[in-house]
């Protein structure tokens, strides 16, 4: 493997479903790439082909809540060794639709898993990784519920959670925000999508 003298840099973006992350996502890689900069798109669940179906896996099948955060890590375990820590290694950028504070956040804060059982799989998976910045995506259950309803798409099993769930879920979310502030940027992303981009693409400038 050919060690690039300056590891790329790992960007994560996150929000509750419904915050309108995938248009937004694709405008980050886009804006990266206009910059003269190698990028590296992946997600989570997902990444590599065991990740992905992994992934299928937890969006539909039913199962208890320690099963789901051990899937979830195994399928990051795939995603860390194959794909993001190469990739960074090289001098790529990383940028992953989701990482390690989505778990935080919904298997959590949303399903009342300890945050130190978490932690514990977290320093176990991926040991000094942490993402250099990290986009939040930033909207009220409530909102982001509308804009569910208003997908023609079936909703997936993490979409079907009730309103509170996706309360607990941001506002763990805007707790680690505030723990971490040096590496979260938190988005007002109730506005409308084109003045989210903008906001995103200027603080992404700023912090290159
Ligand atoms: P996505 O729709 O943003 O691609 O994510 C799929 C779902 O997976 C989303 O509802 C959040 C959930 N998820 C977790 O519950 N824990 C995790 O660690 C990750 C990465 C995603």
Redesign the pocket.
């Known amino acids: 493997m050919t060690i690039s003298r300056s590891r790329g840099l790992f960007i994560t973006l996150e929000g509750i ?1 419904g915050a309108g ?1 995938s248009s937004q996502f694709d405008a980050m890689v886009a804006e990266l790439r206009s910059l003269g900069r190698s990028v590296v798109a992946t ?3 997902g990444g590599t082909p065991l990740g992905e179906s992994l ?1 299928e896996l ?2 539909t099948q039913d199962m208890s809540t320690s099963t ?1 955060a051990l899937l ?1 890590f195994a399928a990051r375990q795939e995603h860390v060794l194959k794909v993001i820590e190469p990739a960074l290694l090289r001098g790529h950028d990383v940028v992953c ?4 504070d ?2 935080l956040a ?2 959590g804060a ?1 399903k009342g898993i300890p945050r130190d059982r978490l932690e514990a799989l977290a320093y176990w998976v991926h040991p000094g990784l942490t993402p250099d910045l990290t986009v939040l995506l930033d909207v009220p259950a409530a909102t982001a519920a509308q804009r569910l309803r208003a997908q023609s798409r079936q909703a ?1 099993r ?2 079907r959670e009730p309103e509170e769930f996706f309360t607990r879920v941001r506002e763990q979310y805007l707790e680690l925000a505030r723990e971490q502030a040096d590496r979260w940027c938190v988005i007002d992303a109730s506005r409308e999508l084109g003045e989210v981009r903008q906001d995103i693409l200027q603080n992404l400038k700023k912090r290159l």
């Open positions: 479903d992350k997600r989570e669940p992934r937890l969006l789901e979830v639709d989701r990482f390690t989505a778990t919904y298997q949303g997936d993490f979409e």
